[in-house]
């Protein structure tokens, strides 16, 4: 019998459903400009932006333009791109634009559905950004897309690793800015380490498209963002610690590999304090005394090293450095670091160059940055499992938008086996039926070592095949636009954010483009652009006639959404495919966190070896695996919004101060109030209220104000003198002060103080707050055992954070008043010379505060030639020397030359990197010019 929730959904609808019929009369109603647009001139149609500006200034509301505005764009469309926007992909627009997240499946035209309610929300000039997984898709789609916009008379920007500031200022200058999630996120955070207003890049947010919205919002938003300079060097430590921990056997620790944490037993901290002991590492006897805080921690690092990181799994070693893998991708991340001493751990254990440590000098979580955008959307394929997520933290539902042709995949039910090697033998005979009939296969592995191992089996039995993951990222593209070939089979490491389609036949574009390569016979390339486009034509129907693309799982991944990512691969507009997964009982989900008697009931079943199970109880117990997983994520994402809210709070008071402070034109006002507050807190401290004379502790209160303001002021006379209380005191202290600022600024010109004023303050805040940042870090680390003291761990950060916060208030406004009074300068200094340079490159961290781990940003490293990438031979060279790329580095490319090392200040590149030469003696690099007019020029 049906129950009354199901009753109402067969004659109602879902909300899914009843959403969508709503929107339906504008579908109907943009449809319906169609013809009257489609004879409109290029030029009329352009002048519709202006219109609609126009409209927009005298009062209408964008929601009232929608309609005209999508039929513009997609009129538009059809005339730069030759791509019609379909019904589904109207409605996307619509959802985007209401503030949602757009479910549509792979190969739907999510990137086209976007310019609809980009160009909307464009119009009144306040910038729309655009999101995206990788640089290679923001560079794309910006690209393909602005041939749109710029035919609307609207402007594109790219903001990629590696550009400039003035290239990024008027990138975010743009009616619209493609990027990915942590170039706007780092922008964010150098903005607010900028001590010019001029200098920095971002505008204030209007609104956001989020591209793969479930990847940034929900995978990566584990790890907070974190730009972070590097503290003393300490290798040796970690080197012998690593010894230590190395020497330890399996009964000296325990794991748990739910949790990704290890602990050492009794006897193993006894074995531990002994040889620490021995290395005279201890400052007392017992290893978890307060004083061995410091020990302690890299122990524990260096146990997680050893015990819970796998190479060639969670990262590799390549070119002499350790190289963490996306655990969601399972490309490298060059470049980034684990933090908390985690990654000089590994470093040691695999016995590579370690690097040293790095401070925090600013951080945000993704949850905490899309959250400060007033309207935001995204759009992805898998979103549904997460919306809970979604509307919990950012206040945005999900609509699942139905596909332009109906999906013809056969989705077939999972294949279980009690071992590994008797699902990879089924999965290698399903290969090979596969290949042999000419159906293209992909099939999705979990880590590197799991293809690797397949990629093994394949070459044993001669099956011609291409793997995809960390180690051949640079063939990425190539590898997956021709996966569609006939009897092709590709083995890829989570395929969720690739960004390149999987085109049955294979990517005709794509072959053209290495055909022609270097060819300028127009004849020519038009011979070979059609007889390629036959070649993937007579392919196509081929693999449509053995069944289309066929996508195979290895195992299930701990995230439901990421298994569907992979299906959706196959059966893209309505083409044929099949997905099946195979599993065992030994794969990690299913060991981790499936039913502990699974196996005895499997026994008892009678399966015979090689006998695949099908059933309802298997696929359930599975799935309830993966929502452990999912649920045990979800808490963790949520702690760490829990924890960061009380950050952010506290970031937004000292980056709002920091812009007041550069936007005012003088800030004396602020430096007197600064002072007065040390004033009255000061004799506060040494005259407690309503106390008697004799109580009063003047002669502190004079080293207080001797310390302080360097000069020797007669207050334990003034004590001495009749009728004079603290009131008096403060009065008269607050005048001679008064008098000595303002003498100072006599002496040095009132201009040229109010420069003095401005540089010393911005410096003192941000190194408080990089102090402050630092003490967060510590509290955050400790305050989880006061659970065990049955106190709730956030309450207690919650009320310490706010006293630090209040300290480092304090100790800013001090530490201003004391350098300014006692301040003095050769008057021959350039005022401009006051102010500090803005912070170049520093590391960018993707950290986790939770489980220790993290993912840095792919950022570009001045002083590592091999973080640049492709570098534009016009722009800046990333280097830092302010010359174009073609005139520095890109020139000494050309002539072999070695790269240049950074100087310590890193304004400019090292003048000589070859020792003392002549200037007019050959240049060592072997360009065969003289010295200053090659190297010793730079």
């Known amino acids: 019998m ?40 290029d030029d009329d149609l352009k002048g519709k932006t202006q219109e609609f500006r126009s409209r927009l200034e005298n009062g209408e509301s964008l929601d009232n333009l929608l309609v005209e505005a999508f039929a513009t764009v997609r009129e538009a469309s059809k005339r730069t791109l030759g791509l019609r926007h379909y019904d589904v992909q109207l409605v996307g627009g619509m959802v985007l634009n209401d503030s949602s997240i757009a479910e549509m499946k792979t190969g739907e035209g999510k990137t086209l559905v976007a310019t609809l309610a980009v160009y909307l929300n464009a119009l009144p000039g306040n910038g729309v950004h655009v999101v995206t997984v990788n640089d290679y898709l923001a560079q794309r789609d910006a690209e393909w897309m602005s041939a749109v916009y710029g035919f609307l008379g609207m402007t594109t920007g790219v903001v990629v690793p590696g550009v400039g500031d003035e290239e990024r200022r008027a990138s975010y200058a743009a009616d619209i800015t493609y990027g990915t999630n942590n170039e706007f996120g780092f922008d964010y955070l150098r903005d607010n380490m900028k001590f010019h207003r001029e200098e920095m890049v971002q505008r204030p947010f209007a609104y956001a498209i989020v591209d793969e919205v479930d990847s940034i919002l929900v995978d990566e938003a584990r790890t907070p963002l974190i730009i972070s300079g590097p503290t003393e ?40 304090e002994g040889l620490l002991r021995d290395r005279d590492l201890l400052k007392s006897d017992d290893l978890y005394d307060y004083e061995n805080t410091a020990i302690v921690h890299h122990v524990d690092q260096a146990l997680r090293a050893r015990t819970m990181f796998e190479r060639d799994t ?51 979580t993704f949850q905490n940055y899309f959250r400060m955008y007033p309207k935001l959307a995204g759009m992805t394929g898998t979103a549904a499992t997460e919306a809970e997520e979604f509307a919990e933290i950012y206040g945005l539902g999900v609509i699942e938008i139905p596909t332009n042709i109906p999906v013809a995949r056969i989705d077939e039910h999972d294949e279980f086996y009690r071992t590994a090697d008797e699902k990879y033998e089924a999965i290698l005979k399903d290969i ?22 397949l990629s093994a089996f394949l070459k044993k039995r001669k099956v011609k095949h291409q793997v995809l993951n960390a180690r051949y990222h640079e063939q990425e593209a190539s590898i997956v636009a021709q996966a569609g070939r006939a009897g092709a089979v590709t083995i890829a490491t989570n395929m969720a954010g690739r960004g390149t389609d999987i085109k049955l036949g294979g990517n005709a574009e794509m072959l053209i483009e290495e055909k022609t390569l270097g060819i300028t016979d127009e004849k020519q390339i038009a011979d070979i652009t059609a007889k390629i486009n036959a070649e993937v034509e007579a392919e196509k129907e081929k693999v449509l006639a053995a069944g289309g693309l ?122 007197k109030d600064m002072r007065l507050d040390v004033i009255h807190n000061l004799v506060e401290t040494r005259i407690p209220p309503k106390s008697y004379a004799d109580q009063w502790d003047m002669d502190g209160l004079n080293d207080d104000l001797t ?52 540089s010393l303050l911005l410096q003192v805040v941000d190194q408080e707050w990089k102090d402050h940042l630092a003490n967060l870090d510590h509290l955050r680390q400790g305050v989880g055992l006061r659970a065990y003291g049955q106190r ?42 006051l102010m500090p340079e803005s912070p170049s490159i520093f590391e960018e961290q993707h950290l986790d505060p939770i489980t220790g781990e993290n993912e840095m940003s792919g950022g570009v490293s001045p002083n590592d030639p091999s973080t640049w990438g492709d570098v534009p031979r016009n722009a800046p060279c990333p280097c830092g020397s302010g010359k174009k790329f073609k005139h520095c580095h890109g020139d000494m490319a050309n002539s072999q030359a070695p790269s240049l090392q950074r100087s310590a ?3 400019r590149p090292v003048q000589n990197p070859f020792g003392d030469v002549g200037r007019n003696d050959p240049c060592p690099c072997g360009s065969g010019k003289k010295y200053k007019h090659c190297h010793g020029a730079l």
């Open 905 to 907: 200040s890193g304004n």
């Open 314 to 364: 969670d990262y590799i070693v390549q070119g002499g450095k350790v190289v963490i893998i996306d655990e969601f991708t399972g490309r490298m991340m060059d470049g980034r670091r684990y933090s908390g001493g985690l990654h000089q751990a590994l470093e040691a254990k695999e016995n590579v160059q370690i690097q040293p440590e790095n401070q925090t000098l600013a951080s945000i």
């Open 707 to 758: 310390r302080i303001t360097g000069l020797e002021i007669p207050v334990t006379d003034w004590a001495k003198e009749e009728g004079v209380d603290d009131a008096v005191i403060i009065e008269r202290l607050e005048k001679t002060l008064d008098e000595h600022m303002e003498s100072k600024s006599e002496k040095y010109g009132a201009g040229f103080w109010n420069h003095v004023e401005k």
């Open 550 to 671: 066929y996508v195979m799982a290895t195992e299930r991944h701990e995230s439901r959404r990421i298994d569907n990512q992979l299906r959706g691969r196959s059966g893209r507009q309505g083409d044929p495919g099949r997905s099946k997964f195979f599993l065992s009982l030994q794969d990690d989900l299913m060991r981790i966190f499936g039913p502990e008697r699974m196996d005895s009931m499997l026994v008892r079943l009678g399966i015979e070896e090689g006998e695949a199970i099908i059933h309802p109880w298997i696929n359930k117990a599975i799935e309830k695996a993966q929502q452990k997983v999912e649920a045990r994520n979800y808490d963790i994402r949520k702690n760490v919004v829990k924890y960061d809210d009380v950050m952010n709070d506290q970031r937004r008071v000292v980056y709002d101060q920091r812009r007041d402070i550069m936007d005012a034109d003088e800030v004396g006002e602020t430096i």
């Open 233 to 272: 060097d300490k290798s040796e430590l970690y080197v012998t610690i690593d010894e230590v921990i190395s020497g330890l056997e399996e009964g000296d620790y325990e794991k748990d590999e739910k949790g990704r944490s290890v602990s050492l037993t009794e006897e193993g901290t006894e074995k531990v």
């Open 792 to 833: 709730d761990p956030l309450n207690e950060y919650k009320t310490e954070a706010f006293s630090l916060f209040e300290s480092m208030l304090y100790h800013t406004r001090e530490s201003v008043t004391q350098l300014l009074s006692n301040a003095e300068l050769a008057p021959q200094v350039d005022p401009a010379q």
């Open 432 to 453: 090979e039926e596969a290949q042999a009939k000419g159906q293209p296969v992909l099939v999705g592995t979990v880590s590197i070592d799991k293809s690797e191992i």
């Open 2 to 41: 049906l129950g009354l929730g199901k009753i109402a959904k067969k004659i109602f609808g879902t909300a899914n459903d009843r959403y969508l019929a709503k929107l339906q009369p504008k579908i109907d109603a943009i449809n319906a400009l169609e013809n009257e647009y489609e004879k409109l001139s």
